[in-house]
């Protein structure tokens, strides 16, 4: 029997103990993020999985695991010796280890998982998937505490203080515009559960998520105080004090529920029923009356202002100059020296790291050689990495997080000379990136709308990509950070109006299964365009910064508005970028950039 | 006190006796269809509003009506010398009613309405809009019957066998093939509201609806029998016979509700929420299991069959030749004899008429010259029509119920010639409609995503239009029949997958408020493209024939991709057409389908 089997019987004879059925475990954490602590990696620690996104259910004889398209090559490698079974989930079925459960469960069976990392939207799906088998709910089990020997505590890193040289606008200014939002909503409290609605609200960030500078706490906004409930270590002193002299009382992380308990039950409190845990929000007064809804700092930081703006686009010229650095290194060692992607991913966050205000990665480096580009969030490992050959085609997804802005930009390179397929391919990808780079759209359109417009060459040629085309970007928080999106489905996200100020990935690309991944992504930004007699108009700006490899484009299959739009591009990487660059980087550049005709 | 004043007075004292603080009049009827008998235009008999989309809440002190965007100018006129309020709808926001009930009606007040005329959706959408003020609602009151003295009768018109040789499935195949989805789904029972699943399951029409070729009924299938709830009188005796051998049980209209509150309580019923009454709906007994969802006849009508697919292509065939003919008449007409917008409208509906198989106009046409093209909608009437001048934009709506198909086609001509603004205005257009016609896409697209694909180029111009790209068609059935549609909203419309055989409409337009209105349209089918390693791949096929007038078009912004498309769809629309022509039409038609270079 190995680790993960005895883990998963001495699971399973708690379950007995506890008289519980049918056992659901998450990949998330009390605050529902995408990344967490490996404090609550429990997936990873009972089954083996280190993906970032799963659900396991566990009864008497079935252990299953689902995960997301993007994950079921990696779950069937990391499961192959468990006794966990890998559920294989259609593209458009998020929930389809609720059917399972709904068919699978025994009438009037005992249903139980822990509340504090499930949303209370989860719980109500889970509830519904089962409601008419009369089944039992227990819904604040925790079964791994008490199990879980040599457990990594909650990280204790220091936070600090976010300068309004960075981020524009002031934590009392800020606290005010959310108060007034409250009252015109009729709002007596407001309960933050995501970290990064937190660390905008009151101008902090922390060291306790890997990829973003997140600290650990809750929130709860009133009209005269806002509670931060958090490890009051972990705030320095004068911060302290500062918070103290606005009414931002700091309480002990644990105490959240019962400080939410003792609310006046005749008031009303807004939160987010998809980022509220089950337990917080069953805390509640019964009387209270609940609104639920996106958070109001949500909406507020997805609209980037104008200094964060400003900062972005100098972030935006040092993050460009790294690359632009990168690529005439890769160039000028390829073939001379043993390159693999691990030491490209290392030499470019190196690179990075050297750059002011820069704090880290802002996600996990994908650079991946041939048959790797196309596994979607291929991550090469010692034991997966190859060496960079003399002729294929590279793809390279990577970010940083600096104090003054986040970075997410992808390209893809040919080593050595393309074929006309590659060539193809490629054409075909930058064609929809520049078609959703340069269209324009009236006010009031949403993301769903638009995300065909980066697909449509593709269709023409019976392409397709299996991922969304756009997500939002955080400013110096999350690097996937909604709710606006770019996506196929009219979920809530995609759902999202795009309005002036929303910073957003345009990223589509191609996935050849075996041979190679292309992808092209740059960061755009909703700017305001023209008002005529049909209303008003918008458009995108577009701020990353790198050269795109013209060895890859087919020129045949471009429209003169693409070729355009690619030199002005091409144009502004090269006058944004040269002044920081060695006079050898800029003659390579000048080739780089040079414009197609 | 006008009439209208007086009729409003009648019905408030009749709401005081029955102690009703707030009553709500739409504009439908018990089958929740776009055209209905006169007998339940109450809001046009009540306000005098004549449009087919309303509703009116009358209070003590208030009496209002909300229409949508394309009726306000018309609502407008209307009212204006009667006490109804017109509520200015905004564009995105359909249940504004409901906002203004939620906050202006008195707390523990009355509300109530005809639950026959409303279905369960809107009933419950009233319900909540209202429930934080303790309300109490009468959901079965008929103030109108008593108090409307000569009120049309109930249409009295016979139906007919539609024969096996149009639409290609005889009644018995369709009733199985409904039957064997409801046992897949667990149903024992299927309620069918709308008039024109009936006629599609039962392979008969009516004369009962304008525009629609629809017999007033309702209808449940069980496992053994169909009931069709309908005056028998209305059926010939030999498809009374015939209906008897399969087992169809024809019953009085008016037992539809005694007789599904007698169906067995332990039993399943399937019925669609948004045309089920609310009436109907709580005649359902209590224990009875109910499943909400579309109807079976309502997806399986939207996709035609190979039978009904050839019909339409030879439907187009003539229908085209109808067109071709009047605008060849129209041409060499113009300036020598006096032309209205009513006597275009006589001419096309007269020609169409002397095609076989032809029962009617499919909608009521819109012939409209300069400004009133701008108004969406627009009807001619002896007092708004005007002559068709030399110079000016011509548009026309129109299309025709045949045994064999239903058209729907717009063109937009230029009278004299056109202006440079004209030209750019109607090949933006033209850009947008080829780009959805020659589109492809991948099997499970939905509605939504192809909508931008008619916008894109007119946005870019800072242009757009008020209304939906796309509205699906039916057979020998209603011209706008879902639940398929292009569209900007993720609705439930919108949001229908796209699958081969569906039908569909493509008619992208600008409208110049003051000056001309431009739309095109063509039916487009869905029909099976390739399959690559990325997935299976739809397209749309052209069906409407007929020429688009070129003197609109400036060349210069056409992509090759485009003029190919043209000059392709020309040659066909000349080469099919031709036979049925006379030699000097043909002359005429040559030039019209010339390619252009």
């Known amino acids: 029997m190995n680790l993960h089997s005895e883990k998963l019987a001495i699971l399973r004879n708690l379950m007995k103990e506890n008289d519980i059925d049918l056992y659901i475990i998450p990949t998330t954490d009390p605050h529902l993020g995408e990344n967490i602590p490996d404090h609550w990696r429990i997936v990873s620690w009972l089954t083996g999985f280190t993906g970032s996104s799963a659900t396991v259910v566990i009864t008497e004889l079935f252990a299953g695991l689902w995960t997301d398209s993007?994950?079921?090559?990696?779950?069937?490698?990391?499961?192959?010796?468990?006794?966990?079974?890998?559920?294989?989930?259609?593209?458009?079925?998020?929930?389809?280890?609720?059917?399972?459960?709904?068919?699978?469960?025994?009438?009037?069976?005992?249903?139980?998982?822990?509340?504090?990392?499930?949303?209370?939207?989860?719980?109500?799906?889970?509830?519904?998937?089962?409601?008419?088998?009369?089944?039992?709910?227990?819904?604040?089990?925790?079964?791994?505490?008490?199990?879980?020997?040599?457990?990594?505590?909650?990280?204790?890193?220091?936070?600090?203080?976010?300068?309004?040289?960075?981020?524009?606008?002031?934590?009392?200014?800020?606290?005010?515009?959310?108060?007034?939002?409250?009252?015109?909503?009729?709002?007596?409290?407001?309960?933050?559960?995501?970290?990064?609605?937190?660390?905008?609200?009151?101008?902090?960030?922390?060291?306790?998520?890997?990829?973003?500078?997140?600290?650990?706490?809750?929130?709860?906004?009133?009209?005269?105080?806002?509670?931060?409930?958090?490890?009051?270590?972990?705030?320095?002193?004068?911060?302290?004090?500062?918070?103290?002299?606005?009414?931002?009382?700091?309480?002990?992380?644990?105490?959240?529920?019962?400080?939410?308990?003792?609310?006046?039950?005749?008031?009303?409190?807004?939160?987010?029923?998809?980022?509220?845990?089950?337990?917080?929000?069953?805390?509640?007064?019964?009387?209270?009356?609940?609104?639920?809804?996106?958070?109001?700092?949500?909406?507020?930081?997805?609209?980037?202002?104008?200094?964060?703006?400003?900062?972005?686009?100098?972030?935006?010229?040092?993050?460009?100059?790294?690359?632009?650095?990168?690529?005439?290194?890769?160039?000028?060692?390829?073939?001379?020296?043993?390159?693999?992607?691990?030491?490209?991913?290392?030499?470019?966050n190196g690179l990075r790291s050297e750059n002011e205000n820069y704090l880290g990665p802002s996600f996990s480096i994908i650079v991946a050689f041939n048959e790797h580009g196309a596994l979607p969030h291929y991550s090469a490992t010692i034991n997966s990495a190859i060496s960079i050959g003399t002729a294929g085609i590279l793809l390279i997804d990577s970010g940083g997080q600096y104090l003054d802005g986040t970075t997410d930009i992808t390209r893809t390179i040919a080593i050595g000379k393309p074929t006309a397929r590659k060539k193809r391919d490629f054409t075909l990808v930058l064609k929809g990136f520049i078609c959703l780079a340069r269209t324009k759209f009236p006010a009031g359109t949403r993301g769903f709308q638009l995300d065909v417009l980066a697909r449509r060459d593709l269709w023409d040629d019976g392409l397709n990509y299996g991922h969304g085309t756009g997500h939002g970007v955080g400013f110096c928080l999350n690097v996937h950070e909604g709710p606006q999106n770019i996506g196929q489905a009219a979920g809530p996200d995609s759902g999202t109006v795009i309005d002036p100020g929303m910073l957003i990935s345009d990223e589509p690309g191609i996935y050849r299964e075996g041979e190679y991944g292309i992808r092209i992504e740059n960061l755009i930004i909703c700017a305001e365009d023209e008002e005529t007699e049909f209303g008003k108009f918008l458009r995108f700006e577009t701020l990353s910064l790198c050269y795109l490899d013209k060895s890859l484009i087919d020129i045949s299959l471009l429209t003169q508005k693409e070729i355009e739009w690619l030199n002005s591009y091409h144009a502004e990487v090269y006058e944004k970028l040269n002044p920081f660059l060695t006079s050898s980087e800029n003659l390579w550049l000048i080739e780089k950039t040079k414009g197609l005709e």
Chains 1, 2 share one sequence.
Not at 171 to 194: C, N, P, W
């Open 70 to 348: 993007r994950y079921v090559l990696q779950a069937d490698k990391q499961l192959l010796d468990s006794e966990f079974i890998l559920m294989k989930n259609s593209l458009h079925e998020q929930n389809n280890f609720n059917d399972w459960i709904s068919e699978n469960v025994e009438p009037e069976g005992k249903i139980a998982l822990d509340g504090r990392i499930f949303s209370i939207d989860q719980t109500r799906r889970i509830e519904r998937s089962s409601e008419r088998k009369k089944v039992t709910f227990n819904f604040s089990s925790d079964l791994i505490s008490g199990i879980w020997e040599d457990r990594p505590p909650l990280p204790q890193n220091m936070a600090f203080d976010h300068s309004v040289t960075f981020c524009g606008m002031d934590r009392s200014a800020k606290i005010a515009e959310v108060r007034e939002q409250m009252k015109f909503k009729g709002v007596d409290y407001h309960l933050l559960t995501s970290l990064e609605d937190i660390m905008w609200l009151l101008n902090i960030r922390g060291n306790d998520i890997r990829y973003s500078p997140l600290l650990i706490s809750f929130a709860i906004i009133g009209t005269d105080q806002v509670l931060l409930f958090t490890d009051e270590n972990k705030i320095p002193l004068k911060l302290a004090s500062e918070f103290d002299w606005l009414g931002i009382v700091i309480l002990p992380y644990e105490e959240t529920a019962s400080v939410l308990s003792a609310l006046p039950a005749d008031s009303t409190i807004l939160l987010n029923p998809s980022t509220t845990s089950s337990s917080l929000f069953k805390s509640i007064p019964g009387g209270m009356k609940i609104i639920e809804d996106l958070t109001i700092p949500a909406r507020l930081k997805a609209i980037k202002n104008k200094v964060e703006i400003d900062n972005i686009r100098r972030v935006m010229i040092k993050d460009g100059v790294s690359l632009t650095k990168f690529f005439f290194w890769l160039e000028q060692n390829l073939g001379s020296v043993t390159l693999s992607e691990i030491s490209l991913g290392e030499k470019l």
